[in-house]
């Protein structure tokens, strides 16, 4: 290449990501290290899917696969969230998208215009800000009450003038799941505001408070004004597969069609075909799933409950736990100090300003990956106090 060649400068939608992006990217854990920072399961996709991909492969499912999703998922899909709504899907209301993450793009990159304001909670999942950030929008972050719930006199003010409100439920990091109260609160505010919504459910299957879980599928409130996004990864651990949907209105749907469709194509056809039979036969192996998690949840809660200078609000969902700490380091740099002591976590400013004093833990580790982990955290905690 010449000498004399241009100097490259990325486009300005990057430059705004690089200028406001709360991502951290950690080296990668190795050695000796405990890693409680992970964001997936660490369980082996079921055995049924990994055959029912393998199957659709020696069939001939290796060609493109219709742009909003194969006809046996799309229908697998519509039966799901009709069931969840009490509503029929029409066709044109569902779209197949490569994970949550495009998902999440195709929703938001289809609704935002430059400047428009889109409330956040905070803290909340780093990429709704990237995405927000990258349409040219302005990020309006909402925090959070100190037991990590919503403050739902502040939501209605920050609502004031916003085209969309994206949240998460159950929350990560927070492990919050929001009560029937709150969401219905929300369907009221966001038609008082006429405020659209997108809702992240990836983790609607691991809650663990005892109390049924509120699906904004399930408030009619919600209903032609919402992008619900789900994803195959948390419950069924198929995060390296890639797949998940969209559902909501047909228009609102074609719109972030256009976007996945442009920036990512349709999803893979044989990994279609093994979701749907993650959907349809293995709801014995996401119950599986879920009764260990409820165990090292409890091992993690009650270890955590134990280290002096931390405060944990009990995480009712997901498989996180967020605790507080007392000492004066910002968290970014608490997570390095933890390394050298061989545990990886995330620092809780990555989700937010409210999130920093905080770390995020992941049970979705080995117990024995928990016991050591939290040994190593308490200390390093001690040593540094």
């Given amino acids: 290449m010449s000498s004399l060649a241009k100097k490259?400068?990325?486009?300005?939608?990057?430059?705004?990501?690089?200028?406001?992006?709360?991502?951290?990217?950690?080296?990668?854990?190795?050695?000796?290290?405990?890693?409680?920072?992970?964001?997936?399961?660490?369980?082996?996709?079921?055995?049924?899917?990994?055959?029912?991909?393998?199957?659709a492969?020696?069939?001939?499912?290796?060609?493109?696969?219709?742009?909003l999703g194969d006809k046996l998922l799309c229908e697998a899909l519509a039966e799901e969230v009709s069931a969840q709504s009490g509503?029929?899907?029409?066709?044109?209301?569902?779209?197949v998208t490569h994970g949550g993450t495009a998902g999440l793009a195709a929703a938001i990159l289809s609704m935002v215009n430059p400047g428009d304001r889109v409330v956040i909670p905070d803290p909340t999942y780093s990429l709704y800000a990237d995405l927000v950030n990258m349409a040219g929008g302005i990020c309006v972050p909402m925090p959070c009450k100190a037991d990590l719930h919503w403050d739902l006199e502040l939501l209605d003010h920050c609502l004031e003038g916003a085209k969309l409100f994206?949240?998460?439920n159950p929350g990560n990091p927070?492990?919050?799941?929001?009560?029937?109260?709150?969401?219905?609160?929300?369907?009221?505010?966001?038609?008082?505001?006429?405020?659209?919504v997108i809702?992240?459910?990836?983790?609607?299957?691991?809650?663990?408070?005892?109390?049924?879980?509120?699906?904004?599928?399930?408030?009619?409130?919600?209903?032609?004004?919402?992008?619900?996004?789900?994803t195959f990864s948390k419950s069924y651990a198929m995060t390296g597969w890639r797949v998940g949907y969209l559902?909501?209105?047909?228009?609102?749907?074609?719109?972030?069609?256009?976007?996945?469709?442009?920036?990512?194509?349709?999803?893979?056809?044989?990994?279609?075909?093994?979701?749907?039979?993650?959907?349809?036969?293995?709801?014995?192996?996401?119950?599986?799933?879920?009764?260990?998690?409820?165990?090292r949840r409890i091992l993690m809660m009650e270890g955590l409950q134990a280290i002096p200078g931390l405060k944990l609000n009990e995480p009712e969902g997901a498989f996180?736990?967020?605790?507080?700490?007392?000492?004066?380091?910002?968290?970014?740099?608490?997570?390095?100090?933890?390394?050298e002591q061989g545990i990886a976590v995330r620092p809780g400013s990555e989700f937010g300003a409210a999130g920093e004093g905080h770390l995020r833990l992941s049970y979705a580790a080995s117990k024995e990956a928990i016991a050591e982990g939290v040994k190593r955290l308490k200390r390093g905690l001690a040593s540094l106090g």
């Fill in 174 to 196: 927070t492990g919050i799941v929001h009560t029937r109260e709150e969401i219905e609160t929300l369907g009221r505010l966001v038609n008082q505001h006429d405020t659209l």
């Fill in 247 to 295: 559902a909501g209105p047909a228009d609102m749907i074609a719109a972030a069609a256009r976007v996945h469709n442009s920036v990512n194509g349709s999803v893979n056809t044989a990994v279609q075909r093994a979701a749907v039979v993650a959907l349809k036969e293995c709801k014995d192996d996401v119950k599986r799933m879920y009764d260990v998690y409820r165990e």
């Fill in 57 to 67: 492969l020696k069939n001939g499912f290796t060609h493109y696969a219709p742009l």
């Fill in 199 to 230: 809702a992240d459910e990836a983790y609607s299957d691991l809650v663990f408070n005892g109390k049924p879980f509120t699906s904004v599928l399930q408030v009619p409130a919600f209903r032609g004004r919402t992008l619900f996004c789900q």
């Fill in 320 to 339: 996180y736990c967020f605790p507080s700490y007392s000492l004066p380091i910002p968290a970014i740099d608490m997570v390095a100090l933890l390394r």
């Fill in 8 to 55: 490259f400068t990325a486009s300005e939608a990057v430059l705004r990501i690089e200028r406001t992006s709360l991502r951290v990217q950690q080296p990668a854990s190795s050695g000796d290290m405990v890693s409680l920072a992970m964001g997936e399961p660490d369980f082996d996709t079921p055995p049924r899917i990994v055959q029912a991909a393998a199957d």
């Fill in 166 to 168: 994206v949240f998460c």
């Fill in 87 to 95: 509503y029929p899907v029409k066709p044109g209301e569902v779209l």
